[in-house]
């Protein structure tokens, strides 16, 4: 009940602080809204006395997705992140926040790719992106490794380039102008995010198919502080006959469980001994928890997730790189803002689409280097 009101007084205040807009980013602040959302979400939060907020929600959905601690994060991440509509769905405990496609998002890829008959290249070795300027067509040079002879390379031409990687993380093949590079090397990653995918029996099951630890995520030490059985959560399965193996564990009948574990900390476990470390951590809770067979299918190991600083936040840079979009024919999306679900990177770009022009030739910028 408290958290309910604590909802209701966040709607408000955030609908009086931005009002209605369209897309995942809302419109630049004044100087006054600036000063009342100024600092960390917990700055924020504790501000406004909302508690709750930041340990049941901003903790639970989003610490716990990746997104970094409350004390550490801009609070204009939170804002963006959790708009009136994400508190109505909070509030109505029928409606799920946040589904997942039963077959994955490869599947929208793969349908996009068929429906308009996109030429993809996966897993290229791209090493060096060059942009003319003086031509109108053709002025995106994109060189990458020839698969059937490594030693040698290719280069296609492109008219125009959208970038979803992090910027900062390909400053070193990217021909980046001053601004470019004035802007993106102040993004920052300081935790790496893993997330192991295991296959197990049924077993003892809770209520709910996912679990979650929230005391570990303060510690950020590999220790697995959720884990969401996707197939079931997809299906909106729970209560008593998820508990009892009623439901089915995947379309193929079978009474397995693929359960995906998430594991954040500060070191790098592509590091040989650090992922040692980070897996002896998984095995542990497999063994405590389960105390069945199980086996790790597959693993994906990111520096996650990379954002700007809170002061460089405070004075607008999310907003600067919104009016950089069309710099040099190139989009900035994706890791290279920030994004908390597709649906989001979606509302973002279609917000680049309704807003498009090309950029100021001079961009003025006064942050400190």
Same mark, same amino acid.
């Given at each position: 009940?408290e958290?309910?009101?604590?909802?209701?007084?966040?709607?408000?205040?955030?609908?009086?602080?931005?009002?209605?807009?369209?897309g995942? $980013?809302?419109?630049?602040?004044?100087?006054?809204?600036?000063?009342?959302?100024?600092?960390?979400?917990?700055?924020f939060?504790?501000?406004?006395?909302?508690?709750?907020i930041?340990t049941?929600v901003?903790?639970?959905?989003?610490?716990?997705g990746?997104?970094?601690?409350?004390?550490?994060?801009?609070?204009?991440y939170?804002?963006?992140?959790?708009?009136?509509k994400?508190?109505?769905?909070?509030?109505d405990?029928?409606?799920?926040?946040?589904?997942?496609?039963?077959?994955?998002?490869?599947?929208?890829?793969?349908?996009?790719?068929?429906?308009?008959?996109?030429?993809?290249?996966?897993?290229?070795?791209?090493r060096?992106?060059?942009r003319?300027?003086?031509?109108?067509?053709?002025?995106?040079?994109?060189?990458?490794?020839?698969?059937?002879?490594?030693?040698?390379?290719?280069?296609?031409?492109?008219?125009?380039?959208?970038?979803?990687?992090?910027?900062?993380?390909?400053?070193?093949?990217?021909?980046?102008?001053?601004?470019?590079?004035?802007?993106?090397?102040?993004?920052?990653?300081?935790?790496?995010?893993?997330?192991? $995918?295991?296959?197990?029996?049924?077993?003892?099951?809770?209520?709910?198919?996912?679990?979650?630890?929230?005391?570990?995520?303060?510690?950020?030490?590999f220790?697995?502080?959720?884990?969401?059985?996707v197939?079931?959560v997809?299906?909106?399965?729970?209560?008593e006959?998820y508990?009892?193996?009623?439901?089915?564990?995947?379309?193929?009948?079978?009474?397995?469980?693929?359960?995906?574990?998430?594991?954040?900390?500060?070191?790098?476990?592509?590091?040989?001994?650090?992922?040692?470390?980070a897996e002896?951590? $998984?095995?542990?809770?497999?063994?405590?928890k389960?105390?069945?067979?199980?086996?790790?299918?597959?693993?994906?190991?990111?520096?996650?997730?990379?954002?700007?600083?809170?002061?460089?936040?405070?004075?607008?840079?999310?907003?600067?790189?919104f009016? $950089?979009?069309?710099?040099r024919?190139?989009w900035?999306?994706?890791?290279?803002?920030?994004?908390?679900t597709?649906?989001?990177?979606?509302?973002?770009?279609?917000?680049i689409?309704r807003?498009?022009?090309?950029?100021?030739?001079?961009?003025?910028?006064?942050?400190?280097?």
């Amino acid at each position: 009940m408290e958290l309910g009101r604590e909802l209701v007084r966040y709607m408000k205040l955030h609908k009086r602080l931005f009002g209605d807009y369209d897309g995942f $980013l809302m419109a630049r602040p004044n100087a006054r809204v600036r000063r009342a959302i100024r600092g960390t979400i917990s700055d924020f939060l504790r501000r406004n006395k909302m508690p709750l907020i930041e340990t049941a929600v901003i903790y639970g959905l989003y610490t716990g997705g990746g997104y970094g601690q409350p004390h550490k994060v801009s609070s204009i991440y939170g804002l963006m992140w959790i708009t009136p509509k994400v508190c109505r769905y909070l509030l109505d405990d029928t409606v799920p926040v946040f589904t997942f496609f039963d077959t994955g998002l490869i599947s929208l890829f793969e349908t996009l790719i068929r429906r308009f008959a996109i030429d993809v290249k996966l897993n290229v070795d791209i090493r060096r992106i060059r942009r003319d300027d003086s031509k109108s067509f053709g002025n995106i040079q994109i060189e990458f490794s020839n698969r059937n002879n490594p030693m040698s390379t290719m280069v296609k031409e492109y008219d125009f380039l959208i970038i979803s990687p992090a910027m900062r993380y390909l400053l070193d093949i990217i021909d980046v102008s001053p601004i470019e590079k004035k802007i993106f090397r102040r993004q920052l990653t300081d935790t790496f995010f893993m997330s192991t $995918l295991v296959d197990s029996p049924f077993g003892v099951r809770s209520a709910y198919p996912f679990d979650v630890h929230r005391k570990r995520l303060i510690r950020y030490d590999f220790e697995p502080y959720v884990g969401i059985d996707v197939f079931s959560v997809s299906k909106n399965y729970s209560g008593e006959s998820y508990k009892l193996g009623l439901t089915p564990g995947g379309k193929d009948g079978r009474r397995i469980q693929s359960t995906v574990y998430y594991q954040v900390g500060r070191d790098d476990p592509r590091i040989q001994e650090v992922g040692r470390y980070a897996e002896e951590k $998984l095995h542990k809770h497999l063994r405590e928890k389960h105390r069945i067979p199980y086996s790790l299918i597959a693993r994906f190991i990111t520096p996650y997730f990379t954002r700007f600083s809170v002061p460089d936040m405070d004075k607008g840079i999310i907003w600067d790189v919104f009016d $950089l979009q069309g710099h040099r024919k190139t989009w900035y999306i994706g890791g290279s803002v920030t994004f908390d679900t597709a649906g989001a990177v979606i509302e973002y770009n279609e917000k680049i689409l309704r807003n498009y022009r090309l950029p100021p030739k001079r961009f003025e910028f006064d942050y400190t280097l």
